[in-house]
C-alpha cells in the first residue's frame, strides 16, 4: 500500500526558508503525479505545487510561485518543497498527495495522503 510521510515543518520567521520532504512508500508506476496541500486552521485545505513523475512538469499556485520549488528524488521516491522568503500567510500543516492522474490531484482528488507537517512562521 502506498505510505506518505512529511517531515521538515518547524517554526521560522518572516523571510526564512525551509525544506519540506516526503518520503513514499509502496508506490507504482501508475502514481504519475505527487502535490504539496496546505489547510491553516478555520479554511479549506488548498493546493500549492505539483510535479510529475513522467516529465517532471511543476505547477504552483500563484500564492507560492517564484518563492516555493518543488523537485523529485526517482531513486529516493522523495518529494520535496523549498519554501523560501516565508510569510506568516503561509502558516498551515502541509501535506503531501499522490495520483494516478495529475489534473485530479491538483484539484483536491488526490488518492493518497501523509499526515501532514506543522509549518508556523512569525512576523
Known amino acids: 500500500q502506498v505510505q506518505l510521510v512529511e517531515s521538515g515543518g518547524g517554526l521560522v520567521q518572516g523571510g526564512d526558508f525551509l525544506r519540506l520532504s516526503c518520503a513514499a512508500s509502496?508506490?507504482?508506476?501508475?502514481?504519475?503525479?505527487m502535490a504539496w496541500f496546505r489547510q491553516a486552521p478555520g479554511k479549506e485545505r488548498e493546493f500549492v505545487a505539483a510535479?510529475?513523475?513522467?516529465?517532471?512538469?511543476?505547477l504552483y499556485a500563484d500564492s507560492v510561485k517564484g518563492r516555493f520549488t518543488i523537485s523529485r528524488d526517482n531513486a529516493k521516491k522523495s518529494v520535496y518543497l523549498q519554501m523560501n522568503s516565508l510569510k506568516p500567510e503561509d502558516t498551515a500543516v502541509y501535506y503531501c498527495?499522490?495520483?494516478?492522474?495529475?489534473?485530479?490531484?491538483?484539484?483536491?482528488?488526490?488518492?493518497?495522503w501523509g499526515r501532514g507537517t506543522q509549518v508556523t512562521v512569525s512576523s
Open positions: 498527495a499522490a495520483d494516478r492522474i495529475f489534473a485530479k490531484l491538483v484539484t483536491g482528488g488526490g488518492d493518497y
Open positions: 509502496g508506490l507504482t508506476v501508475s502514481v504519475q503525479a
Open positions: 510535479i510529475s513523475w513522467i516529465d517532471g512538469r511543476t
